[in-house]
């Protein structure tokens, strides 16, 4: 099994939010009923169109044998989103013959894309990380904040109803609204 360390920030591109991927791990490997079907992490990565940078990391523990399948499928949904910007979401292009997968999308500037957890469980982490980097200081509280990725997912997500699950968990964590 590999895993990762707390204290792995230094190297990693100023695009990425180590905290609050974390957190957004943490919180789907403790959902009720376990929806990520004893999975416990993956690769997180993230392209921001403002500063032109990627950056791609474990999150979690990851048998040995997928490290591999994990990285390529993140970053593969990220270039896919950033090669077709006719697509919001990498289940627009889902291939299973091409193992092309959900759970990439791309919000505001950011492209984000989690593999290692079930493609909507995938899909909801993504997308809570770029609306909370992207507009974390604009909104006065966790309610709105939690309004705002409820009105996202009803727009666009309304197939994936892990979103809710998981945001309802996001904005009780005091570290992240205090």
């Known amino acids: 099994m590999i895993q990762t360390s707390e204290t792995f920030s230094n190297g990693i591109a100023s695009c990425l939010d180590t905290e609050a991927v974390s957190a957004l791990v943490r919180i789907i490997v403790d959902l009720p009923n376990d929806p990520a ?8 990565s993230v392209y921001d169109t403002g500063i032109k940078a990627m950056a791609t990391a474990l999150f979690g523990a990851v048998p040995e044998e997928k490290v591999g399948q994990y990285f390529r499928n993140s970053t593969e949904k990220v270039t896919r989103l950033v090669n077709n910007t006719a697509e919001y979401r990498s289940f627009q292009s889902r291939n299973e013959d091409k193992q092309h997968w959900g759970g990439g999308i ?20 993504s997308l809570i990380y770029a609306m909370y980097t992207i507009h ?8 709105e904040f939690k309004e705002a990725v409820l009105r996202e997912q ?4 309304s197939d994936n109803e ?10 009780i964590l005091p570290k992240f609204w205090e």
């Open 37 to 44: 079907g004893g999975r416990k992490g993956g690769f997180f």
């Open 106 to 125: 791309y919000y505001g500037h950011l492209y984000c894309a989690f593999s290692g957890f079930p493609e909507k469980l995938d899909e909801a982490l």
């Open 136 to 143: 974390h200081d604009n909104w006065d509280d966790r309610i």
């Open 154 to 157: 009803k727009d666009r997500y």
């Open 162 to 171: 892990f979103i809710e699950k998981v945001v309802e968990v996001f904005v």
